[in-house]
């Protein structure tokens, strides 16, 4: 007996709105559909109406937890269009910056994926030891969430000899933690039995669907932009994708393989973030202090620009063209979670309904960061073959060759 | 019997005990949700929190859906809590013997606390919503699941309990009661009832369907499943029958592990026995929740439903059998 199983665009086991159409066998997924555009908020569009430095503000909102993420990948885009050196004090603090907050990002979605399978006490724990990275967030930059901590050029605030103490005191406080917390992921035998061999991504998928971050890492790719695009200063500290078989024998590609990534990521921050602090040099933090010259030098600048990074979910891309007028031409964001949808169709297919929450949150998906376009024809028609898509952008193309842009 | 007596046992003991399953159970709730809460590092509501969950679920609007069956939708919740109710009329409460004792007897016990479940089933069923469908379908394979290890253990206590004494009637809780088990058996026997009790302690989750047994209802699977579609005063009702349920099961291990008193060891009046024994009662329930329920329930995480399967049909009967062939070589002296 098939039957159909919408499940969203709001339930319980979904943070935020999205759509999963499901046909079932008995308790079995024979198929899966997936149906974004339900929180597109135009942050693009408004973008292109404001000032890089003000886009940076709005870079931040994007996500609510990769609020460092976004500006990172945002401010090295619009240096790279507009030709700005930052300084090298600057990088290492925009790296240790990056790395606390995928400690905390990376704690955040085990407490998530704990409540995912029922499992609140761990939900509490792990939320608990996740209070002493915001803290030490905090205390560097003066906010939890939204740090407002980058600039176009470099950082806004420095890390001083007498703030480092408290760091060191919460990287040794992780280190600390580090078996307490891998006894209770990998050893507990409830969480094995949800998540060993439940919503396995080969590697083969991983590649074709072109998934990213952790999510493909977990399946045996080692695809990390850190290593593989060394940016910042990342390219002083040779860093490694972590895959799983960093502590299992053979790469399954399942829910306890993506587990062990994070777990493992959590302790390559730790050990960037001593590196940094280690090997900090000194200088200024940002190339151009004042604001209204840093604006001007981008109101005359022309040129594209990319910038990634590697979020705690994955690659974040960010692409800017100005075109020497106050606010940018285009401004392309790209989230991680955008890559990893298709992912969970093979990840899905097969499993039971009981494993749908914690597989879909085993990629830790930021659905309004993904959500790009929202479209809206008519009254219901919602979704475009790749046929309409390409018709579009060929026409897309066409107006604009004849009104003299392209 | 005279008619007084009969209106007596009839409805005034009903609704005592129907009064004593909602007061104690709703206070065993918020007991265990305390102590869960502190067990999990966090300050929790206070004790009379369900009182208050209640009394506004009572005040709710009570929504049927369009595509149920509405008389069967509306009926099972009621069913439910009078089928929980039914159980605490034949298992001891305190020192008192059972209310309808000689009515009826454990058999009958075992088929009622299967009752509020098979309510659920029916009104999950009759709401007409896939996820309430997908809810009661695995309410009903957990059933399967554990009725035979329940069978097994509640079995086991009788038949050890009828062959020490032959031609009484051991089904009867009021005589399991009064003739603990543990007098009659030797070491083996001891060790087969220790294992006995466990697997009654590990079906009571599964009976109550909490967690890791929370499948049927799985709030982040199944936004809530059996329940999706209750509200208000129907709600309210099923999860009355949940904490009376609760005391229910609560109270029938206690009369088939621990029936002593301690009335005994007191220089009081027959009264103040009865008193003594009630409250010693309590604190045995609360043992046996604490235990049964909240502390599995914070140690684990949800099970999928074929995994539950597996676990009561394989694991939890071969070791309720082997707690049977343990007494069974206890009492006919096979190795001694």
Same mark, same amino acid.
């Given at each position: 007996m098939k039957y159909t199983l919408p499940i969203g665009?709001?339930?319980?086991?979904?943070k935020e709105p999205i759509l999963f159409e499901f046909e079932l066998n008995g308790e079995r997924i024979a198929n899966v559909d997936v149906k974004l555009?339900?929180?597109?908020?135009g942050i693009e569009w408004a973008g292109m109406r404001r000032n890089p430095v003000q886009i940076l503000y709005l870079a931040e909102r994007i996500c609510g937890i990769c609020s460092v993420s976004h500006p990172f990948a945002f401010s090295m885009a619009v240096e790279n269009a507009a030709g700005i050196e930052v300084p090298e004090r600057a990088e290492y603090i925009r790296v240790i910056m990056a790395e606390l907050e995928r400690i905390h990002s990376h704690i955040l979605w085990a407490g998530v994926a704990a409540h995912e399978i029922g499992f609140d006490t761990v939900l509490y724990l792990t939320w608990r030891v996740r209070e002493k990275v915001m803290d030490v967030i905090e205390y560097l930059?003066?906010?939890?969430?939204?740090?407002?901590?980058?600039?176009?050029?470099? !950082?806004?605030r420095d890390i001083t000899k007498e703030q480092i103490p408290k760091v060191r005191e919460a990287m040794d406080y992780y280190k600390g933690l580090f078996n307490k917390l891998a006894k209770v992921f990998l050893h507990d035998k409830t969480i094995k039995m949800r998540t060993e061999h439940v919503g396995i991504l080969t590697r083969e998928d991983a590649l074709k669907t072109c998934a990213v971050g952790p999510t493909t890492r977990a399946s045996?790719?080692?695809?990390d932009v850190r290593q593989d695009y060394a940016y910042s200063a990342y390219a002083d500290l040779n860093i490694k994708a972590v895959t799983p078989d960093i502590y299992r024998?053979? !790469?399954?590609? *399942?829910v306890y393989d993506r587990i062990i990534v994070r777990l493992f990521e959590v302790k390559q921050s730790i050990q960037i973030i001593e590196e940094c602090i280690e090997n900090m040099p000194g200088g200024?933090?940002?190339?151009?202090?004042k604001i209204p010259k840093l604006l001007a030098t981008l109101k005359k600048a022309v040129g594209e620009g990319i910038g990634r990074h590697e979020a705690p979910r994955g690659e974040v891309f960010h692409y800017v063209k100005l075109d020497?007028?106050?606010?940018?031409y285009t401004w392309k964001a790209r989230a991680p979670t955008y890559n990893n949808v298709l992912a969970w169709i093979p990840m899905l297919k097969g499993e039971q309904i009981a494993d749908i929450p914690i597989v879909a949150a085993s990629t830790d998906p930021c659905i309004s960061c993904t959500n790009r376009v929202s479209v809206i024809k008519g009254s219901n028609k919602y979704t475009l073959t790749k046929e309409e898509l390409h018709k579009l952008s060929v026409e897309k193309t066409k107006r604009r060759m004849r009104n003299g842009i392209l | 019997m005279e008619y007084y007596e009969l209106l007596f046992r009839v409805i005034i003991l009903p609704i005592l005990a129907l009064g004593f399953g909602v007061l104690f159970g709703l206070t065993f709730k918020g007991i265990d949700r305390k102590l869960a809460a502190h067990m999990q590092a966090r300050v929790g509501p206070p004790i009379r929190q369900p009182f208050r969950d209640v009394a506004k679920l009572f005040t709710k609007e009570n929504i049927i859906p369009e595509n149920s069956i509405p008389w069967l939708f509306s009926v099972m919740p009621i069913l439910c809590l009078v089928s929980a109710v039914s159980v605490l009329l034949y298992t001891p409460i305190g020192? &008192?013997?059972?209310?309808l004792s000689g009515y009826g007897d454990l058999i009958v016990v075992l088929y009622l606390l299967a009752l509020p479940a098979i309510c659920l089933v029916i009104g999950g069923f009759a709401s007409g919503s896939p996820y309430a469908t997908v809810g009661a379908q695995r309410e009903m394979v957990m059933m399967l699941s554990y009725e035979f290890p329940l069978a097994v253990a509640i079995i086991s206590i009788v038949w050890k309990l009828s062959l020490v004494y032959?031609?009484?009637?051991? &089904?009867?809780l009021g005589f399991i009661m009064s003739h603990p088990v543990w007098n009659t058996v030797g070491f083996s026997g001891f060790i087969g009832c220790v294992i006995i009790l466990f697997v009654l302690c590990a079906t009571m989750p599964i009976t109550l369907a909490k967690?890791? &047994? *929370?499948i049927p209802e799985a709030e982040t699977e199944?936004?809530?499943?059996?329940? !999706?579609?209750y509200s208000g005063k129907n709600l309210g009702l099923f999860y009355l029958a949940d904490a009376v349920k609760t005391v229910a099961f609560a109270s029938v291990v206690a009369a088939l592990f621990?029936?002593?008193?301690?009335?005994?060891y007191f220089d009081v009046s027959t009264t103040g026995g009865y008193v003594i024994d009630f409250i010693f009662f309590l604190v045995k329930l609360f043992v046996v929740i604490f235990i049964g329920l909240t502390f599995i329930r914070v140690a684990v995480a949800r099970i999928k439903i074929d995994q539950v399967a597996h676990i009561y049909w394989m694991l939890m009967t071969i070791i309720g059998l082997v707690g049977l062939a343990l007494i069974i070589i206890d009492s006919t002296g096979v190795i001694s």
């Open positions: 665009p709001i339930h319980p086991a979904l555009g339900h929180v597109h908020r930059t003066g906010n939890r969430v939204n740090k407002a901590i980058y600039m176009i050029g470099g !950082v806004r045996g790719v080692p695809k024998k053979e !790469v399954v590609g *399942d200024e933090i940002v190339s151009e202090p020497g007028k106050e606010a940018p | 020192s &008192f013997e059972p209310i032959p031609g009484e009637n051991v &089904f009867s967690i890791p &047994f *929370d199944i936004a809530g499943g059996l329940l !999706v579609e621990f029936p002593y008193g301690i009335a005994c």
